[in-house]
């Protein structure tokens, strides 16, 4: 699976959209790129992915340039809750393959008041 | 609810001995994994589990094992041979072809004295 780079960490202002950035610039044509967070503690959410086309749901957007090379995902009004360490993964959709993601160091986010 | 379930939560052992954490998942997820992390390290990945009775070593195996008797049940051994075990352990489950990714159990943070 394709590496990923993230920033090490992120200061948004509550209320404002949070842009996270992660650049994946190896990905191959049949790897999906998936974003997940964690919350201090816990174990990681899995938030949205999305192969080619910028995607949406209920808890985020994913911008995913034309040449797949980088992806941004929004937090569209960010509240004091969105603070997490966010991770950007890429990995092929296997069938029973040797199926298991990597998570690197992420980036923290932090929410400011 | 379905869910994933670790416990105990917060376990304190003395150096030496073994102990086993628990991971139950009521999902009817085939693949099970588990991973450590330390402070302000991403995840790694000790061992995963496709089906039952069968379990593939992960990127951090030595001074692990695993069993997979149930569906349901994917317990992790702390033996005395890990060298460094206190960390935080994250326990996931998957389906098996799943485009959304894996379900995190919300940990177990295993202190050695």
């Known amino acids: 699976d394709a590496k990923t780079t993230q920033p090490t960490s992120m200061d948004c202002a509550e209320g404002r959209a949070a842009n996270l950035p992660c650049n994946h610039s190896t990905i191959s044509g049949n790897e999906y790129v998936y974003w997940y967070r964690q919350i201090h503690s816990q174990g990681p959410q899995y938030i949205i992915h999305g192969l080619k086309n910028n995607e949406t749901n209920e808890m985020a957007s994913l911008i995913i340039t034309e040449d797949r090379k980088s992806s941004t995902l929004i937090l569209p009004h960010a509240t004091l809750r969105d603070t997490a360490v966010y991770y950007c993964i890429v990995r092929v959709l296997r069938n029973f393959g040797n199926e298991k993601l990597t998570f690197g160091t992420g980036t923290r986010l932090t929410i400011i008041p | 609810d379905g869910g994933i379930t670790q416990s105990p939560k917060y376990l304190f052992r003395k150096e030496g001995q073994n102990v086993t954490l628990s991971c139950e998942q009521n999902?009817?997820?085939?693949?099970m994994y588990w991973y450590r992390q330390d402070p302000g390290q991403g995840l790694r990945l000790i061992y995963y589990s496709q089906i039952v009775n069968d379990f593939q070593k992960g990127d951090i195996a030595e001074g692990y094992s695993v069993s997979r008797e149930k569906k349901e049940s994917f317990p992790l051994t702390v033996t005395s041979a890990q060298k460094n075990p206190t960390a935080f352990y994250l326990c996931?489950?998957?389906?098996?072809?799943?485009?959304?990714?894996?379900?995190f159990g919300s940990g177990t943070r295993l202190t050695v004295v």
């Open positions: 996931a489950s998957s389906t098996r072809m799943t485009l959304y990714g894996y379900t």
């Open positions: 999902l009817n997820h085939d693949a």
